[in-house]
């Protein structure tokens, strides 16, 4: 079981952990402590067998509001060694990370969500870079991952302004997956996160791997490089007992072997 802090509650469901921020009377924004709590948080996640998906959201009608700049103006970094900003963006889980969105994400906030596989917002919600407006540059993954997920120019304005979009227009341009009533992004997130539980845990996590790591791979090299990723799967206990199920017409029983 996962320890939760007082900053950092955590939940867990059948497959699903939970992980919001919870600093609202700050909008959620991110100190030092936070972020170690989310990097130990997601590396028992990742070792863990029984859990499948993870979620990260925020307390109180706010995602993340980005850096506690009180605490930037004191010296403190909301980075972790090897895991960046928040604890997630250098090195995002190698398990599926949904996102549910309410309210603003910000500056590291939206970093956060960029680092997430899935987004789920409130359609309350407003994403933004605005630290050109505080003297800053969005370095904390914003500047090459916005622009992979939506039209550059449409990044480039963003970053250039400082200024904020809403959900709506994130769906509009295929950021976000689902858009909800307010109120109702972490309840969508966790059917979602819930779907994709139920299917087999290797050729998940295999899945992901691909997608994520194909992107700087060589196209002659595709396949070859594919293979020796998805190969074990296909040789795993599951991808038996996914076709017996099947011809059995009955729910599969997953081990992760």
């Known amino acids: ?104 994400a910000l500056a590291g906030g939206f970093e956060i969500v960029l680092s997430c596989d899935l987004i789920v917002a409130s359609s309350s919600a407003k994403f933004g870079l605005p630290e050109v407006r505080r003297g800053l540059v969005a370095r904390a993954g914003g500047l090459f991952r916005l622009p992979m997920l939506i039209p550059r120019v449409i990044a480039l304005e963003l970053i250039l302004t400082g200024e904020m979009m809403d959900a709506t227009r994130g769906f509009e341009l295929g950021l976000v997956n689902k858009v909800v009533p307010p109120g109702e992004a ?35 090299e595709w396949f070859t490089r594919q293979n020796e990723i998805v190969a074990p799967v296909f040789e795993s206990h599951d991808a038996n007992e996914g076709a017996r199920a099947f011809a059995e017409k009955r729910p599969p029983h997953w081990t992760g072997t």
Request: charged residues 25%; negative net charge; aromatic residues 4%.
């Open 1 to 104: 079981m996962i320890s939760p802090t007082e900053e950092l509650l955590i939940e867990e469901e059948p497959g699903l952990l939970v992980l919001s921020i919870n600093r609202p009377d700050q909008k959620n924004a991110m100190t030092k402590s936070v972020a170690q709590a989310i990097a130990d948080s997601l590396d028992e996640f990742d070792a863990r067998d029984d859990l499948s998906v993870a979620i990260i959201t925020g307390a109180g009608g706010t995602f993340c509001s980005g850096m506690d700049l009180k605490r930037f103006l004191d010296g403190e970094r909301p980075v972790v060694p090897h895991r960046g900003f928040g604890g997630i963006t250098e090195r995002p889980p190698s398990k599926p990370l949904i996102a549910a969105v309410e309210g603003y």
């Open 186 to 220: 972490l309840r969508e997130a966790k059917r979602l996160g819930a779907a994709i539980a139920a299917n087999a845990p290797l050729a998940v996590r295999a899945s992901k791997r691909v997608v994520t790591e194909s992107a700087t791979w060589p196209p002659a």
